[in-house]
Every structure is written in C-alpha cells, then in structure tokens.
C-alpha cells in the first residue's frame, strides 16, 4: 500500500456518461496530481492541485474538471464521456518538504476507466 | 516545455544478462530531474532510480545504474543481472525544478522490457 488510495479501481460506464475519480492523498501531502495512461502509452499530466488550489494545467479536456477539498481528498471529473477517455488515471501525492522539485512522487494503483 | 523519447517500444533479455534503455529528453531549463519508472503488470507505478541534473556523477541503485550524458541530453537504465521479476514497462520521466512547473512530470512512451528465463 503506497499510502495514496484511489477509488474506483475499476469503472466502465456508456459514452455520454459522467464519472468521478476519487483520489485520497498520503497522509500530510498537500499536493495532488492527475495523470491519463491511455493504452500503451505514457503518462499524461492533467492537473495539479496544493491545498487546494490549482497550480498547474496540462493537456486537460474542457470536459474534464478536477477540486481538491479541505481533507486534501481530490476528484476528477470527467463528463460527456467518449470511447477514448477509456484510460488509467493515475493520482499521485507529494509532501510540502518536495516544494517544487518533481519528486517525492507516490503514486496510487490508479483507476482503470473503460467506455462502452 | 519538456519532451522525453523512448525510442525501443520493446526489448528482451535472457535472465541474468544486462540489458540498456535508451531514452533522449529536451528541456530548456538549467535545474531538472530524470526519472525511470518501472510498472509491471499490476499498473503500479515504481520508482527506479532519479538523478538530479546538476550531479555529474551518474546515480546508481543496487542492479540499477544511468548514464547520463547532458550535453547529448540522453539519460539511459542500464540494468544488471536481470531477473525475471524485472519484467515491466519501463518509463523514462523528466521533471523540471522549480518554476511553474510545480513538480509535474513528463513521461516518454515506456519500453516494454521482457527478461526471459
């Protein structure tokens, strides 16, 4: 157990659908960060959150939306869905001792996401 | 902005054997890390090995090693003894520090290592 829990760890729901991906931080990290794997490929970074604030955006569909709540909990929302959001999305943590370095990454064990 | 390559979808090895990833990133900033990330079949994303590329010394850990070449902007995984359990995708990443970046990563496209027995 890597310390950071995603929820569902698997959801398959129709096109046109909306779902939303829960993201539960390691204990005392404040920033949260969303990645896409679609199929084979590499990672996507979507968005970042610290305490609760955005603080950095990447590709991210308008159709997606992301918070992070005061218990530093986040949700990824993805709407309208299409047969390409099929993906795993990743959430991962970092604490407040990484300020802005790039590590001190923990991942969670991901969300598989299959439209039908 | 940043853009990692993995240019070897896949590579095999016969346990035991060494075997090197390659991987080429390009990047305009002075102060940035270079990760690879293993995820074996589970999907679990795991850290290998990080070099900061302000340290010239290529960083190592245990049957894991990079050269890291900066000027050539190349940071290669070369992995010793291979073991059967090393089977996974492998993903090179850069990260910059610092900035707006704000710790994000960048990945290339992984290469699917196979260590056969």
């Known amino acids: 157990d890597s310390g950071v829990t995603q929820t569902p760890k698997h959801l398959i729901t129709a096109t046109g659908q909306r779902v939303t991906l829960r993201c539960s931080p390691r204990?005392?990290?404040?920033?949260v960060y969303w990645y896409q794997q679609s199929l084979d490929q590499g990672l996507q970074f979507l968005i970042q959150?610290?305490?609760?604030?955005?603080?950095a955006k990447g590709n991210i569909l308008e159709r997606f939306s992301a918070q992070q709540f005061p218990d530093l909990h986040s949700e990824l929302n993805l709407s309208s869905l299409e047969l390409g959001d099929s993906a795993l999305y990743f959430c991962?943590?970092?604490?407040?001792?990484?300020?802005?370095?790039?590590?001190?990454?923990?991942f969670g064990s991901g969300t598989r996401l299959t439209v039908v | 902005a940043q853009t990692v390559t993995q240019s070897q979808p896949e590579m095999s090895v016969q346990e035991a054997e060494t075997v090197t990833l390659s991987c080429t990133y390009d990047?305009?900033?002075?102060?940035?890390?270079l990760f690879w990330y293993k995820q074996p079949p589970s999907r679990q994303m795991i850290l290998v090995i990080r070099?900061?590329?302000?340290?010239?010394q290529n960083a190592t850990e245990n049957r894991f090693s990079v050269n890291f070449q900066k000027a050539a902007k190349s940071f290669s995984l070369k992995i010793s003894d291979s073991q059967l359990g090393d089977t996974a995708m492998y993903f090179c990443?850069?990260?910059?520090?610092?900035?707006?970046?704000?710790?994000?990563?960048?990945f290339g496209q992984g290469t699917i290592l196979t260590v056969h027995p």
């Open positions: 991962a943590s970092r604490g407040k001792s990484q300020g802005a370095s790039p590590y001190g990454y923990t």
């Open positions: 204990s005392g990290d404040l920033s």
């Open positions: 959150y610290y305490n609760g604030e955005e603080r």
């Open positions: 990047t305009s900033e002075n102060n940035y890390y």
């Open positions: 070099q900061e590329a302000y340290k010239q």
């Open positions: 990443a850069s990260g910059e520090a610092g900035g707006t970046s704000y710790g994000k990563l960048t």
